[in-house]
């Protein structure tokens, strides 16, 4: 067995997002993109410190805002198989639409949602 500088099944880069109110974005990937959890670490107060989620061959970690660790937004954006049905199903989990999906000038049909969070997902379909 070869030893690896990174755990077996992850990218070498993961977005670590810190938000306000991580249980909610776990969920909203789970129902929206199909998000499995890979592991959840709370404190008594159930506050998420750490917590993993797997979206395809990709892993996303996620915390909740704490002192001196503000929620920050970011963008993320994700390849999925139909941009059109998982935009709706992002609506579907709570999301806020940015951009309805159209194509432009590359080769992605693509489109945005904002979570509960604050984090920004651009989905994206390869269409050309």
Not at 60 to 73: F, K, L, R, T, Y
Not at 97 to 119: I, L, S
């Amino acid at each position: 067995m070869v030893n690896s500088f990174k755990p077996s099944g992850y990218t070498t880069v993961s977005p670590y997002l810190i938000v306000d109110g991580a249980a909610r974005t776990i969920e909203f990937l789970v129902r929206a993109l199909g998000a499995a959890e890979i592991r959840r670490f709370a404190d008594d107060a159930g506050t998420i410190r750490h917590s993993e989620v797997r979206i395809g061959d990709s892993v996303v970690m996620i915390s909740d805002c704490a002192g001196g660790w503000p929620p920050i937004p970011a963008h993320v954006h994700v390849y999925v198989e139909d941009v059109d049905a998982t935009f709706q199903l992002a609506l579907a989990a709570g999301a806020s639409a940015v951009q309805e999906p159209v194509k432009k000038g590359d080769a992605d049909k693509r489109g945005g949602v904002t979570d509960a969070g604050g984090t920004t997902w651009w989905i994206a379909t390869k269409v050309e």
